[in-house]
């Protein structure tokens, strides 16, 4: 059953894809449900592969898509009206999520994400952490970092949540990096076999007003790329030396 909020919700995360790929120029445009992808908006084949890529990038892990089921809009918002991962947020403009599997079990998996303190040994744009309260459920922590691709180098302020029986890892961030109004998040772990793990990074954000959204956008992408191929490549280079 599709509520009416998460059709809401839906629709508004296919404008955010649409703004992301050039398709809109506004998140002012008025978008009909039966609005056709390729007459009406007028997408080509890739844009059309692409929106659905991203609007899947949404939903629960596992899932699977046809692209010939999508050909109007009315398709899109209610596949993700019906999939949508629960934990992803409601309450903020813009989110993005990405996933990516890594060869080690789940237990494993789980650990790098929950134990922040070596990120600096791991993650490049991570120069430092400043521990404030960590009770191994509630952590609070400042993260020095240096941008990827980039000589900017700043602090954010987390807050988090970790729940190992549940593989649940969230954050807010009380201090939130430069023109970001609002940005939350968390990670979960779907165990594929005894061995694999797919690891799902996801990112919920508002803007303050004048904002680059462009810019936002292009910066948690990157943030959750980065992320989630260190992670990987960290598991293989553990995997040569065992």
Do not use: C
């Not at 988090?160 to 649940?168: A, G, Q, S």
């Not at 980065?226 to 960290?234: I, V």
Request: charged content about 25%; proline content about 2%; glycine content about 2%.
């Amino acid at each position: 059953m599709n509520k009416k909020v998460d059709t809401y919700i839906a629709l508004s995360d296919i404008k955010n894809a649409l703004f992301e790929l050039g398709i809109i120029d506004s998140f002012d445009e008025t978008i009909n449900l039966e609005q056709t992808l390729r007459d009406d908006l007028g997408l080509d084949s890739q844009e059309v592969i692409s929106l659905i890529e991203i609007v899947s990038s949404l939903i629960s892990s596992g899932e699977s898509f046809e692209e010939d089921n999508f050909k109007k809009v009315s398709d899109l918002v209610y596949y993700l009206a019906s999939n949508r991962a629960p934990w992803l947020p409601i309450d903020v403009d813009y989110v993005f999520q990405g996933s990516i599997t890594i060869e080690k079990d789940i237990n494993t998996v789980f650990e790098y994400i929950a134990n922040y303190e070596q990120w600096p040994e791991v993650l490049d744009h991570v120069e430092k952490i400043e521990t404030e309260y960590n009770d191994n459920k509630f952590q609070s922590f400042k993260m020095h970092i240096r941008e990827i691709n980039s000589s900017d180098r700043y602090f954010v302020k987390s807050w988090r949540y970790i729940n190992k029986e549940n593989l649940i890892i969230d954050f807010s961030q009380p201090l939130p990096p430069k023109n970001f109004q609002i940005h939350q998040g968390g990670w979960r772990f779907r165990a594929i076999n005894k061995n694999r793990t797919e690891l799902i990074s996801y990112h919920g954000f508002s803007l303050k007003k004048d904002a680059d959204v462009e810019e936002a956008f292009i910066l948690i992408r990157k943030h959750i790329q980065a992320a989630l191929t260190t992670w990987s490549q960290y598991s293989i280079n553990e995997l040569s030396y065992e």
